[in-house]
């Protein structure tokens, strides 16, 4: 479950299970933390649909990872060949680390957006494998060329 609090002003909390919706008691509203991950472990009632909102029927605990949204840029390389590449800093730098070879091929470059939970955490300046980076969609720009 991700939940982005600065894109959403309410802070419903429902479970859907076979075809039907619980809820917590009315009026009662679920705030979810805004800087932390959190792990929930929901009971739900034998009768009726109010979850009740209390240990050891309802409790949260933090947990590793966030979510994580941003650009990423890769290289346009021959199959097979593997680099590494920091996550770009605020002004858009990065670092590149590939065989010379596969370089003086004057490769292409690409940016896709990224937008996933991880567990561990990634920053800006963070080197990568290119493993790690996604394929671009027809819509994400590629074939961006370097110059001096």
């Known amino acids: 479950m991700y939940y982005l609090p600065e894109e959403d002003e309410n802070h419903y909390f429902y479970v859907h299970y076979n075809g039907i919706n619980y809820t917590l ?11 932390v991950s959190v792990n929930m472990n929901v009971t739900l009632p ?6 009740v909102d209390k240990p050891p029927t309802l409790v949260t605990t933090t947990a590793p990872g966030a979510f994580y949204k941003g650009t990423l840029i890769g290289v346009n390389v021959t199959r097979g060949i593997r680099y590494s590449i920091s996550i770009p800093k605020q002004d858009g730098s990065f670092v590149l680390t590939m ?3 596969e370089w003086n ?3 292409s470059f690409f940016e896709v957006s990224y937008a996933h939970f991880l567990e561990k955490s ?3 300046g963070e080197v ?3 493993s790690f980076i996604p ?3 027809e819509t ?3 074939h961006i060329q370097a110059t001096n």
């Open 99 to 101: 065989p010379k070879k």
């Open 105 to 107: 091929k004057h490769p």
């Open 122 to 124: 990634k920053k800006s």
């Open 135 to 137: 394929a671009p969609k």
């Open 140 to 142: 994400e720009p590629n």
């Open 46 to 51: 034998k009768d009726g649909t109010i979850i």
């Open 128 to 130: 990568i494998n290119s």
């Open 25 to 35: 008691p009315r009026y009662k509203v679920y705030n979810f933390p805004g800087t």
